[in-house]
């Protein structure tokens, strides 16, 4: 069992910085495929960003690529996800997700076995 616990949240002007942390239990972290999702009020829960466990590798939705940068440092079983630029549109309970052992980076909710609790970030005009 993995648990992932966010944090980072908070309300901020547009145009400001947010860094959110994702905090993983368990051994296995560095095999350990992490996303970031979010979710705003009404709507459906969304792709942010992902990050593989080896490579370097990542992708970003289109909305957030350029102003969002995911990174994670496998010492610490931690992911981070720094959001420049903030739009009131980013206004979302972010969720961290995780996929063990997977090569390929998904965009899927289905496919992320484990998830945090969230945590909100909003955005003010």
Known sequence: QVQLVESGGGLVQAGASLRLSCA??????????????????????????????????????DSVKGRFTISRENAKNTVYLQMNSLKPEDTAVYYCAAQPGVWEISRLINEYDYWGQGTQVTVSS
């Open 24 to 61: 993983a239990s368990g051994r296995a972290f560095a095999s350990y495929t992490m996303a970031w999702f979010r979710q705003a009020p009404g709507k459906e829960r969304e792709f942010v960003s992902a990050i593989g466990w080896t490579l370097g590798r990542t992708a970003y939705a």
